[in-house]
C-alpha cells in the first residue's frame, strides 16, 4: 500500500485530483451510494431543474460494468499519462496556466455536450489534452499496439479508432479533438505561427491561486525542454515510446 500511495503522490497535483475524482466518482456510483441518475448531463435537469452540478458530475462520472470497464480503464490510462505529461512538460511550473486550459476545454465540452445531448464528458476532456500533447509533440515517434509506429500528431485520430473499435463513440473523441484543436490553434498556433492577436490569456485570479514557479513559455511546434532531456537521455533521433516505454497492456 505504501507504494500505490508513493505512487499515487507522485503524480502532478491537477492530474491527481483529476485522476482521483474519475476514480471515485464512478465508485460511489457502483456501490449505489448516490443514483448514477444523478451524474449525467441532462439538458432539462440542468437548464430548468437547477441541478447545476450535473455538469462536474458528468465531467468525472463513467458507467462501469462488464461492457464499459476495458473502455474506462484505457481511458483512465490515457488520462492519466498525457496530463502528466503536459502538465511536467509544456506547462511545468505553470498549473494556473494548466488548470486554465483544462477549463477553457471542459466549458467548451459543456456547451457541445449542452447542444448535443452528450450526456457523458470524460472522454471528450481527455482526448482534448491528449490532441493538445500530440500538437505539442507531433514529430515525436511513439508506439502503439503491436508495434505499430508513427508521429505523435496522428495519435488522436488512433485513439479515435482504437476506443470506437472498444466500445467507445466516434462523436465523443472526435468532440475533444476539435476542443484540444481550438484550444491548441488560439493559443498557439495562430498567435505564434500567424502573427495573430492573443484570444486566450489566465485569468490573474488563477496566477495568485495557483502561482509559477517559474517564467517561460514553450515554443509552438517544439518538445518542451523536459521532454527534450528525456529524448536526449534515450539516446537522441526524437524516438518517444508511448507510455514511457511500455505498451498499453504490459504489466
Known amino acids: 500500500m505504501s507504494d500505490i500511495g508513493d505512487w499515487f503522490r507522485s503524480i ?3 492530474t491527481r485530483y483529476w485522476f482521483a475524482a474519475t476514480v471515485a466518482v464512478p465508485l460511489v ?9 444523478y451524474f449525467f448531463l441532462w ?3 440542468f437548464l430548468y431543474r437547477f441541478q447545476i452540478w450535473r455538469p462536474i458530475t458528468a465531467t468525472f462520472y463513467f458507467p462501469v460494468g462488464p461492457g464499459t470497464g476495458f473502455l474506462y480503464l484505457v481511458n483512465l490510462y490515457f488520462l492519466y499519462q498525457y496530463s502528466a ?4 512538460g509544456a506547462f511545468d511550473g505553470r498549473p494556473a496556466d494548466y488548470l486554465f486550459m483544462l477549463l477553457f476545454n471542459w466549458i467548451c465540452i459543456v456547451i457541445t455536450g449542452l447542444a448535443m445531448d452528450m450526456q457523458l464528458l470524460l472522454i471528450p476532456l481527455i482526448m482534448s489534452v491528449l490532441y493538445v500533447w500530440a500538437q505539442l509533440n507531433r514529430d515525436m515517434i511513439v508506439s502503439f499496439w503491436f508495434g505499430t509506429r508513427f508521429k505523435a500528431c496522428y495519435l488522436p485520430w488512433v485513439i479515435l479508432g482504437f476506443n470506437y473499435i472498444i466500445g467507445g463513440s466516434v462523436i465523443n473523441e472526435l468532440i475533444g479533438n476539435l476542443v484540444g484543436h481550438l484550444y491548441f490553434f488560439l493559443m498557439f498556433r495562430y498567435p505564434m505561427d500567424l502573427g495573430g ?3 486566450l490569456s489566465t485569468p490573474q485570479f488563477l496566477y495568485r491561486w495557483l502561482p509559477s514557479r517559474r517564467g517561460g513559455v514553450s515554443g509552438f511546434g517544439v518538445p518542451p525542454a523536459s521532454m527534450r532531456r528525456a529524448a536526449d537521455q534515450n539516446g537522441g533521433g526524437g524516438r518517444h515510446n508511448w507510455g514511457q516505454g511500455f505498451r498499453l497492456g504490459d504489466q
Not at 85 to 88: G, H, I, K
Open 12 to 14: 502532478p497535483a491537477i
Open 29 to 37: 456510483g457502483k456501490l449505489g451510494l448516490i443514483s448514477p441518475a
Open 43 to 45: 439538458p432539462e435537469a
Open 85 to 88: 505529461r503536459l502538465e511536467t
Open 197 to 199: 492577436r492573443n484570444f
